[in-house]
């Protein structure tokens, strides 16, 4: 018994330097943060930044030029098959039935070739998009990259899309204007 009660002392003992010891190092690195507000981390807004970018005049403009030009070819496709329905549903009922089956096989070979096309320049317009963003991207990841150096961050976030509900601007940095100045001087 008197063993357990030595043991609960000395516990309670080792428990108390710890904790006044974690305390004494939290003050220090409270006081550490006032002094200097070192921050650990950066955030911004990728999407933003990547707005901000002149570059991306440009490549809107080719990706609206490139989707015009699809749609235009979905649109004259889609009228050459109206037409040409029209005409079967005027002529079906003189039609041989032989001439029958080839009109109707040709509307549906028609119909088949447009949906192709258009899940075709659905892909390729994606696949443009995604090229002409590369370059955009890898700019932004190094004007990010040399922010993160330039300020000892450990690591910066995207605050995009409610990614990071909450920040604590105490040990955080808002590194968007930063970013923003890098991406000028490239």
């Not at 609960?8 to 409270?30: C, E, R, Y």
């Amino acid at each position: 018994m008197f063993c357990t009660m030595n043991m609960k002392k000395g516990l309670i003992l080792v428990v108390s330097v710890i904790l006044s010891t974690v305390a004494v190092a939290q003050t220090a690195t409270d006081a550490d943060l006032n002094e200097e507000k070192a921050a650990i981390f950066g955030y911004f807004s990728y999407e933003q930044a990547l707005q901000a970018m002149p570059e991306i005049a440009t490549v809107k403009a080719q990706l609206q030029r490139m989707r015009q030009q699809y749609d235009a070819e979905m649109q004259r496709a889609e009228n050459d098959f109206n037409r040409k329905y029209e005409d079967f549903l005027e002529g079906q009922r003189s039609f041989e039935p032989s001439i029958f089956k080839k009109r109707q096989a040709e509307l549906t070979d028609m119909m088949q070739k447009n949906m192709v096309f258009k899940e075709e320049a659905k892909k390729l317009l994606a696949q443009a998009e995604e090229d002409a963003m590369k370059p955009l991207k890898s700019k932004l990841a190094a004007a990010v990259a040399a922010v993160g150096r330039q300020k000892g961050l450990a690591f910066i976030l995207n605050s995009d899309n409610n990614a990071l509900p909450y920040v604590d601007t105490f040990i955080g940095v808002n590194v968007a204007e930063d970013i923003l100045v890098e991406l000028r001087k490239k």
